[in-house]
């Protein structure tokens, strides 16, 4: 099929046949972008829609078979669920799951118990039997559906991307009912979010510790050496890492967050980060071909949901496609979870997104301990061209 999208020599946009009917366009706004590209092209209009350093990865499977894949253990990385295919596939991360302890809380209010941790949000075809799914919360029933792949496995996410979610900022007094189930952050009655003190007491905890590492003075002077300290962080979840700012720093996580989260961010496969910029991954089923997107950036800089389905849709329009229905084309869990590769007839491995990365590269290494266990993932083969699996 011949594409919009043509090979450029601009690194903006980038376009290559990974395997016969598997096809890769990757999507970057690099320097010199907007004048790379004709301001009535294809691609102009698939970059305008992105912000500055993201990534918006697509692959196109030609009449695609596709299956949900889920590890016996529950969860696990991507390369291991998927590690017994015969390649050539592309395979994509699936749906919502609990994937912390003591953060998600049931229907009634209470803390979930820790036996719910890895198990899905709504069943899978992997869970439907076993009982080991959370059920969808009744305020997002109508969002996180039955995805059904070619094979009849399926499992359970959204929203569907076909229409734009429709939002209408609660008022102070609505947040913790329906209304509020998009928003992911608290409010005051103001109607302002809430500023978190954990935040501002971190941020001056990093402070004091930079300030002791700096003096040998206090080394010498405390029994609780910096070095022992750090045994500390782990239970805290805090970590020397590199930061945004190029500089080595304390990633502040939990809380991530400088507002105190709403309480449908604690709903399992809560819809609260609509609104809120972010990595996302989805899926479009087309009558002649599926396909994969995702959009990679620091978070701060990533897309809200409405913004990520017009930007999949602008794509699916430019490529000569028609969504046949609203659920034909749906968002998958975003964030640290994304993960979309391609494995070739040899089981040689590419990354081709990523979600959690400091920066977007078009060469990602394949690195196992950067990579979050996840429930399930999608894979696809192009139809008449792949081995059985």
Known sequence: MSSAFAPTTHDSLLVNELSEGITHYRFQRTDGWDTAHPANSEAHAILSLMKDDGAFTVVRIANARTSTISPSSGVDISLRIVRDLKG????????????????????????????????????????????????????????????????????????????????????????????????????????????????????????????????????????????????????????????????????????????????????????????????????????????FFAYNSLRAKGLTMNEFGTLTKKFVALSGNVIATDDDIWANDGGPSICIMHVDAHGATRLLAQGGLLEQSANIPVDPDTMRKLPNMIAAWAQGVEEEA
């Not at 500023?195 to 003096?215: C, F, Y």
Request: negative net charge; hydrophobic residues 35%; glycine residues 8%.
């Open 88 to 291: 050539p596939f592309v395979a994509i991360n699936g749906g919502f799951f609990i994937h912390l302890t003591k953060l998600f809380r049931a229907a009634d209010g209470s803390l979930l118990p820790d036996d719910k941790v890895t198990q899905t949000v709504g069943p899978s075809s992997a869970t439907e039997q076993s009982g080991k799914y959370v059920k969808v919360h009744p305020a997002y029933a109508d969002l996180l559906k039955k995805r059904e792949m070619t094979d009849n496995s399926f499992f359970v996410t959204g929203p569907s991307l076909g229409q734009p979610l429709l939002i209408e900022p609660p008022t102070f007094d609505q947040l913790n009912g329906p209304a509020g189930r998009f928003n992911y952050f608290a409010i005051g009655p103001d109607g302002n979010k809430i500023e978190s003190p954990v935040w501002a007491s971190l941020g001056e905890w990093d402070k004091q510790r930079l300030k002791n590492d700096a003096n040998p003075n206090f080394q010498a002077a405390t029994t609780m050496r910096t070095h022992i300290e750090d045994d500390y962080l782990v239970e805290a979840m805090k970590k020397w890492t590199l930061l945004p700012s190029g500089e080595w720093g304390l990633a502040r996580s939990p809380p991530a967050n400088e507002f105190v989260k709403s309480f449908w961010a604690q709903v399992p496969g809560n819809l609260s980060h609509v609104t809120e910029p972010n990595e996302r991954a989805g899926v479009f089923r087309g009558q002649d071909a599926w396909y």
